[in-house]
T-cell receptor, first 112, second 115 residues
Framework: DQQVKQNSPSLSVQEGRISILNCDYTNSMFDYFLWYKKYPAEGPTFLISISSIKDKNEDGRFTVFLNKSAKHLSLHIVPSQPGDSAVYFCAAKKGGSEKLVFGKGTKLTVNP | DAGVIQSPRHEVTEMGQEVTLRCKPISGHNSLFWYRQTMMRGLELLIYFNNNVPIDDSGMPEDRFSAKMPNASFSTLKIQPSEPRDSAVYFC?????????????FGDGTRLSIL
């Protein structure tokens, strides 16, 4: 069973607009969530994270929102840039564990 | 600073052959992870080590797969004998564990094709 789900395989937005990537999880034991970005032929790179004690974390153009009651998190990119075009992975871990569980990714395309 | 280094970047071999993938973690990191990425299953954890000791190998698909970490700066993932269904991209990642939520840093992967 998939504990971390990214239901949109792809997303296309215009440069300058907001990109919203969504992620749902099923395991209530998860208490830390991360977003990774991946370019072709490269490994995933860490982007931003959030602890379950928070509902928002911001880093420049990137903001992650967490809704624990809905078991849902989202990544907002504002404004979107063509260089943001990549596959974005949501990941989650339980407290005290180092194991990350990844979603299958959403391919973001930002059109100039 | 050097990131996680994996070799080879690409490997093409015939079914039944032994395959060895190599990983050098970031210096100072004490946790090392092996992942496999496929279209069907996405990115899945195979095994991880902490301070060179295997902690969780529940993701290793079967006995044909084995992993070692003889020292803090080197790990191998071996498949023997290899099968076409092992074709995937294999990633190694490392992190600094021991309190706090440190992100894992990934290498650029080994693309493995078994003919």
């Amino acid at each position: 069973d998939q504990q971390v789900k990214q239901n949109s395989p792809s997303l296309s937005v215009q440069e300058g607009r907001i990109s919203i990537l969504n992620c749902d999880y099923t395991n209530s034991m998860f208490d830390y969530f991360l977003w990774y970005k991946k370019y072709p032929a490269e490994g995933p790179t860490f982007l931003i994270s959030i602890s379950s004690i928070k509902d928002k974390n911001e880093d420049g153009r990137f903001t992650v929102f967490l809704n624990k009651s809905a078991k849902h998190l989202s990544l907002h990119i504002v404004p979107s840039q063509p260089g943001d075009s990549a596959v974005y992975f949501c990941a989650a871990k339980k407290g005290g564990s180092e194991k990350l569980v990844f979603g299958k990714g959403t391919k973001l395309t930002v059109n100039p | 600073d050097a990131g996680v280094i994996q070799s080879p970047r690409h490997e093409v071999t015939e079914m039944g052959q032994e395959v060895t993938l190599r990983c050098k973690p970031i210096s100072g990191h004490n946790s090392l992870f092996w992942y496999r990425q496929t279209m069907m299953r996405g990115l899945e954890l195979l095994i991880y080590f902490n301070n060179n000791v295997p902690i969780d190998d529940s993701g290793m698909p079967e006995d044909r797969f084995s992993a070692k970490m003889p020292n803090a700066s080197f790990s191998t993932l071996k498949i023997q004998p290899s099968e076409p269904r092992d074709s995937a991209v294999y990633f190694c990642a490392s992190s600094l564990s021991g309190g706090g939520n440190q992100p894992q840093h990934f290498g650029d992967g080994t693309r493995l094709s078994i003919l």
